[in-house]
Each structure stands twice: as C-alpha cells, then as structure tokens.
C-alpha cells in the first residue's frame, strides 16, 4: 500500500516529496495515518500473530499446509498462499526429519478460561479491567516480541516487556510491572487471547495468588481483544513503520519512548474523550477526592 509505504520512510524524506512521488495526495495520507485501524487491518493482525504462535506452539515442526488446517480449524480463515507469505516474511520454516506424532502439554488442551469480559471494552474505574496480548516487530535479520497489559478504563498501558522470544516469561515480565505500579484489587478482570503462554501453569498461578479473574477470548475470535490489537496497530503506524530498527536495543528503546513518554502521558484518546491515558485517570482521582 502507498500510505504505509511512505509512513516506513519518514525521517529519510518529506513527506510532501513522497506523497508526490507517489501520486497520493497529502490529506489523505494524514487521513490515513490518523484512523483507527480497519477491521481488515485487525484480521490481518490476528492472522499473523496466529501463525507465529502457532509455528512456536508446535515446536517449529509445522509448515505451511499443517498451520493452515490448525487455523482453519480454530476458526481462523486463512490461505495457503498467505499463511506461506507470513512464514517466508519471518524466516519461520518446519524442521525436516523423521515423521512425529505431536503430542499437546496439558496447558494446550486445559486452562482455557470463560470470556468474561464479552467484548464489553469499559470500566466504571481503574484496575477494574485489564487486557493483555502480545506482537512482533523486525529488529535487524529477527523479531523481538512485545507483551502489554493495558487498563480498560484510561487505556493507559500499565505493564508491558520485550525479548527475543515470546515465552511464558514475557508475559510474566509484563504482568509483574503492572502488579507493581498499580493497586490490584480482587476481582479485576485481566483478558487475553487462548495463547499458550495464558495458559501456563506459571501464568494462572500468577493471576490466582493476586485473586485476580482470568478472561479469555473465544477459539478464533481476535475481536473478542480489539482494544489490545488497535493499540499494536496504533504503535505500529505511528513508530514502528517510521523506524528501522537494526538491534534488540533499538526497538526496546523506540517502544519505551512511545509507550511511557508518549502514548500514556500525551496521545489523546478519542474513546475517553480525546484525553491522554494519564490525564484521563487523574481526572478521575481528582473527582473521587
């Protein structure tokens, strides 16, 4: 796509220049750059977060065609052609040898929690909802991972971690940063998608000791997590595709500017109000003062 083309140059060029290049015109670049992100845009997403998970799930012994029938068949539309696309694009490939029968730990075909949350995307108060997923982003000739834990009621991101893998303990990482900065109280609610790494015994045990409720999304349905994949989609647009991150160190340090100096304390939100996740729960605070 032109748009995201040229948003993966800014800093190298002007963007009055490329969009001429390009023959598009400016305000609808801006238009573009500025949107929310497309139901499309999210399908893709899933998609692709999908068939890494899955490719890791698996031990790297799936390929292609055997990735595409576990999608299909968890109720995740996808092609071979794309499914190879995304698999080519990220250097995954199956490991050859001797014919396997895949035997599935215990937390594949267990830990499954209820979707309590049902898509209802907003809390009365802080620390009342969260929502947690992770993504990948290119450093160099490899992806690091990035896992966040975001609070429904500010969309503020309340922990969040990278690594070069996406083990359970990534999602520990984030979630003991968010334990740490806020006040958990029984009963929040903390969402995720069915991925292997929610449903590690480590992870469960985690939630359980702070009395906190385990949601998850349905078999498939990556919009039972929307708030979780905009915000990746935002990051992306608005950091990621400008950048060209060469090390681990240089995508850490990208993501820790946007999230802590930028997103949470001066973006504005237009679902609270064209606020900043900051400003927004000090309002709040104020209030119950």
């Not at 001429?20 to 670049?29: I, K, N, P």
């Not at 997403?45 to 595409?68: D, F, L, M, S």
């Not at 609610?189 to 349905?218: C, F, T």
């Amino acid at each position: 796509m032109k748009y995201a083309f040229a948003c993966s140059l800014i800093g190298e060029y002007a963007i009055t220049k490329m969009c001429r290049w390009l023959e598009v015109s400016r305000s609808g670049f801006y238009r573009w750059r500025n949107r929310e992100p497309s139901k499309r845009d999210l399908q893709r997403a899933c998609v692709t977060k999908a068939v890494i998970e899955t490719y890791h799930e698996y031990n790297q012994k799936y390929g292609a065609p055997r990735i595409v029938v576990e999608l299909n068949e968890n109720h995740i539309p996808c092609s071979l052609n794309h499914v190879a696309e995304i698999m080519q694009e990220r250097g995954l490939k199956a490991r050859n040898g001797k014919r396997f029968k895949y035997q599935p730990s215990p937390e594949a075909m267990s830990q499954v929690a209820d979707n309590l949350l049902n898509r209802n995307f907003k809390a009365s108060a802080p620390n009342e909802k969260w929502v947690s997923d992770i993504t990948y982003i290119r450093a160099g000739d490899s992806w690091v991972y990035l896992a966040v834990i975001i609070d429904l009621y500010s969309r503020q991101v309340v922990g969040w971690a990278m690594d070069e893998h996406m083990k359970v303990d990534l999602i520990l990482d984030a979630f003991n940063m968010a334990k740490a900065k806020r006040k958990v109280m029984p009963g929040l609610i903390l969402h995720s998608d069915r991925g292997v790494q929610y449903r590690s015994w480590e992870y469960q045990q985690a939630l359980e000791s702070s009395e906190i409720k385990p949601s998850m999304s349905r078999k498939g349905n990556c919009w039972d997590n929307a708030v979780a994949e905009s915000f990746f989609s935002r990051l992306k647009v608005e950091q990621v595709y400008a950048e060209d991150y060469e090390t681990f160190g240089d995508a850490y340090q990208s993501v820790f500017e946007y999230i802590e100096l930028f997103y949470n304390r001066v973006r504005r939100h237009s679902a609270i109000n064209y606020k900043s996740p900051h400003e927004h729960e000090q309002l709040y605070y104020a209030q119950c003062a």
